[in-house]
């Protein structure tokens, strides 16, 4: 496995390397729901790269980017062991240079949700995203379910700027009891972690009722803040059952929906969806 830091590098092993390229983007710390795209990416290319670099562009202020967990030696072990070819870990002066000056916006679909909850944070998703598209060439990159309306504003992104590969995404690994597997569920305590499946519970609860023949929008929210209001240290910042492809609340849910939220459980601030059918 190589391990590299600089663009040049990436550059010339993946022109020494001819054949199909899978790219796993990740902030690092990794888990089995980053293990998951990368034996995806495995098993659907000639050679798998992936990133770790914990993008400061795509926090806000107040955000956690200093507290962002980090154990590179372990996240290269299990790259390795995957059987990753080729991983880039640069600093922040190799992405973003003195001078570094242009950003990706893409626009409707990065107002609402995360975008309203976090200014910005698009901006920079999109940002390193292309820059990474630019550096790796990709005929494929990986990304999860779990982060829903990413996947929603790199497809279009992608589709708007002609890069020409193809976006796979790929199911959102839980825990036994739910929870989705994400770097920040280190920040909580043992009593927080213990709460924190009612995200699961909330989307499952609106779930049922929608395949029950629920399917008015507003009443889906309902059954979802309900489920969240029993539980006492969850804080919620929105819940959500959008259309899937415009991320516009619905009214009429039919179709199909994406039923999403965001809660605070002490200081860590969790995301989870399911999308419907
Ligand atoms: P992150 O390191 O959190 O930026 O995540 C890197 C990639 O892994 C993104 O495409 C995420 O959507 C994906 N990912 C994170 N957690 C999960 C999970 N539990 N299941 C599947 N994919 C995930």
Redesign the pocket.
Known sequence: MHIVQTVTEVRRIRRSLSGTWGLV????YLHE??L??VRRARGENDFVAASIFVNPTQFGPNEDLAAYPRDLPRDLRLLAEAGVDLVWAPPTEEVYPPGFQTYVMVEEVTKPLEGAARPGHFRGVATIVAKLFNVFQPDRAY?????AQ?VVVIKQMARDLDFPLEIVV????REPDGL????RNAYLTPEQRAAAPVLYRALSAARAAWLAGEHDGERLRQIMAGVLAAESLARVEYVSAADPTTLAELGDASHGVLLSMAVRIGRARLIDNLLLP
Do not use: E, N
Request: net charge neutral; with cysteine.
């Open positions: 983007p990740t902030m690092g729901g980053h998951s795209l990304f999860g379910q779990k982060d990413q790929c199911p959102t690994v989705a597997m994400s770097s």
